[in-house]
């Protein structure tokens, strides 16, 4: 059989090459191992008496090449030695794993001596990849990693053994970053062999999972996971059936935990909370500042001050977190009482929003404790909503109870740091997580209590897409002239120091789109808001509002929600679609023209009557996609005249003045805000069709006006569809807009009401004379639409 090419340079590039250069050579060697996996997990003939299989022959010398840089003094071959060693048990197989017995014990050896840390690293991840390997093989793992697994866990453990206090780690950061990985995926694996050594483990990892500023050590957030994924899969080494037990048990462990830190931080406040579980606070501890931890192997490392505090009670949530990240080896008991519980008394605390909002706190602290306090709170807030995040994630339905207590903790704490956008992000996540869970069936009072939220996500999301100005801080709105006619000159003879750059007049560039990881969680949000909160709960400007807000963003999914999950006031009255943008900015999306094939077949029946006049009017009715540039062409010189739908079905043409219509919307537009940024959207519910459009080009009219074509208005009486309300009835006779109805006279005053109807469509056309060009014009489309004035008399006749 002949070799591989890659076996034969494997071979000669090893014997040719110094052991000094064999490092910088490492990724092609491993590159030519990786080809010949074929090769070395083929099974080797050890009683063949001839040598006549050249490959047979290359894959002994190349094993034995190993042993011999894996066994020698220089540590460059040494390290060239692993490299190879990991490549080979990647590719070879069974083959490659029973040979290995050698090579483990060696690697595990090369732990204890003085060799650099990259390759005791390398040591530790070959080490993992072959003890994972052996999994599959019972009779490997009795032979190679019983026996074998019990010493290399001891000098990890060694390696990462932690300093005395004060001094700095033996290892980097990222070296005990790789032995907590190592370790929690053998855990796993090996429950039975690593039980012994689990409080060992805790031990030398114990001062990683919750870290503070007063331990004098950095930790990065990676190590802090590894070492919490660890602690949380040590349950998997309890005796016999006892998983489930050990996990609930460190669960709620950790809940006291938290909740002694609390009665430290919180000792400046006079808490409301009272718990729902049986829990009592213990008193603060006396002293200049609050203080905690302890020196004994179960508890934390000691803390001083509130921003440690703070420091150790987030890092106890992600902690709690993170149990609900991991599997466990059999069904648990969650405590969600105890979470719930521990949750609601840190949401309760919040910071003051201003001198009229009082909040009781312990006279005995003084003021620099407590705006400590203040200042981190929204740090530990977030961290009780990605808590929340979390348990939703893993119970999924079975969280469907707690959604209205989990809404309402996010309420109020995202309200009280509205101006983080962690915070807001955070909150948009959880609300996210929360509509998809139970979104549908949110009573109006939940609903009415996110109107905020939602109001705060649709400024996100128009800051970032550049219609909206973001507001100017304090201190240059103070700097800023009060008119642009005159200016105030700097008075030299004061010493206060002045912008001189405020007294010029500057032309400002319009806002730039940005995006942000709070934008993202806002534009995921915005369909949900569409698609799974009941809309007849949404007043009138929120949802035109989030339309605007879906337009002006150009976001396919929230259009197309929209579209989908029209909106119906309390009266059954239909709101138009805005259907017309989402064929005009995605003309050629399959979803887009499946939508719209959907809603012209589905014709005039429900939102049919609004949405079909407004496809006509853009061409769509006609053609197809392709011919909605025509129709508005055509709709342009046509004429300024639009048919619109009161209460009662009637309707007048009403000339649309485009020009100052499309300024006065882009000025609301940019003024628009409301919701936590402390400006209120521009919006009125009574004309939601002009606002929606307020930022529509000047060279289109209002195209939320809706049209109906002839059919349908012949046909309204029978379909019995609701009007779309564009204008109160009480506008259209107010204002006076459009033509004179067609009286019918008949001798006698005019009666004080007027009624209105609507001729039958067997009823033979009727035409008056001497009525005017206009009338004349609406009269062609085939039906009448007469009012018939009564007096009092007849009436009462």
Known sequence: ????????????????????????????????????????????????????????????????????????????????????????????????????????????????????????????????KIYMLLQGYPTLIREMATPTLPSYVL?????????????????????????????????VLYPTTLRPSAGDMKAALRAYVAPTWSDHLVVPQSLRESCRRLFVLLSYTAAKNGSSEEWTKALRTTVQHCHDTL??????VVESWESTTGYRGQAARSGADPSGGGDTAQEFPTWTGVQAGAERLIGLL?????????????????????LLDLASRITLVTAPAGPEDSVQTNPAIGRDEKA????????????????????????????????????????????????????????????????????????????????????????????????????????????????????????PNTTASTNADAYLTTTTNPAQPTTTSHTKAATSLLPLLLSHLPQPHLAPDLRALLDRTAVLSHARDTMLASCLHPYRDSRGRYYPSILPFVVRRFPRDQGVEVLRSNLVRWGAVGVGRDIGGVEERWGVLGGGIGE????????????????????????????EEEEAEGGKGRKAGRSGGGGWGGEKMDLDD???????????????????????????????????????????????????????????????????TVQVAIMPKAAQPVREKGGDESGDESDSDGSVQIDMTLDDDEEGE
């Open 1 to 128: 059989m002949a070799a591989p090419p890659d076996l034969r340079v494997l071979c000669r590039r090893l014997e040719a090459t110094p052991v000094d250069d064999l490092p910088r050579l490492c990724p092609l060697l491993a590159s030519h191992v990786l080809r010949c996996g074929t090769a070395l997990s083929a099974p080797q003939d050890t009683k063949a008496k001839d040598m006549s299989s050249e490959t047979s022959m290359l894959v002994h010398k190349f094993r034995t090449r190993i042993n011999t840089l894996l066994t020698g003094k220089n540590r460059p071959g040494r390290f060239a030695a692993v490299c190879l060693i990991k490549a080979v048990v990647d590719v070879g197989g069974w083959e490659c794993l029973r040979a290995a017995e050698p090579w483990l014990r060696h690697m595990i050896g090369m732990l204890q001596k003085p060799d650099p840390l990259a390759t005791k690293e390398l040591c530790i991840v070959a080490l993992t």
């Open 155 to 187: 000098a990890c453990l060694q390696l990462v053994k932690p300093p005395a206090s004060g001094k700095p780690l033996k290892v980097p950061a990222a070296f005990v970053d790789t032995v907590a990985c190592s370790l929690s995926r053998l855990v």
């Open 318 to 338: 992600e902690f709690l977190a993170e149990y609900f990240n991991n599997p466990t080896k059999a069904p648990v008991t969650v405590p969600l009482g105890e």
């Open 628 to 655: 909605v540039e025509e129709g508005e062409e055509g709709r342009k010189s046509g004429g300024g005249e639009e048919e619109m739908g009161d209460e009662d079905g009637r309707r007048q043409g009403v000339e």
């Open 686 to 752: 009574d004309d939601y069709s002009s606002k929606l459009t307020s930022t529509a080009p000047e060279s289109s009219s209002n195209p939320f006006a809706a049209m109906v074509n002839t059919a349908a208005a012949a046909n309204s009486h029978e379909l019995g569809r609701p009007a779309s309300p564009l204008k109160r009835k009480s506008e259209l006779f107010e204002s006076g807009a459009g033509k004179p109805p067609k009286r019918v006279d008949t001798g006698k005053e005019a009666a004080a």
């Open 372 to 491: 400590e306090l203040w200042s981190v709170l929204p740090d530990i807030h977030i961290a009780v909503l990605r808590l929340h995040q979390a348990t939703i994630r893993r119970l999924r339905e079975n969280a469907v109870p707690l959604a209205t207590e989990i809404l309402d903790q996010m309420v109020r704490a995202s309200t009280a740091s509205r101006h983080l956008p962690a915070m807001r992000e955070t909150a948009y996540a959880l609300t996210s997580q929360l509509l998809s869970l139970c979104g549908p069936i949110l009573p109006k009072l939940t609903v009415d209590s996110i109107t905020p939220l939602i109001q705060s996500a649709c400024r996100d999301i128009l800051l970032s897409t550049g219609h909206l100005e973001p507001p100017l801080p304090a201190a240059q709105q103070q700097q800023q002239p009060q008119s642009s006619t005159t200016t105030t000159k700097p008075n």
């Open 263 to 268: 009665d430290q931080i919180f000792r400046a």
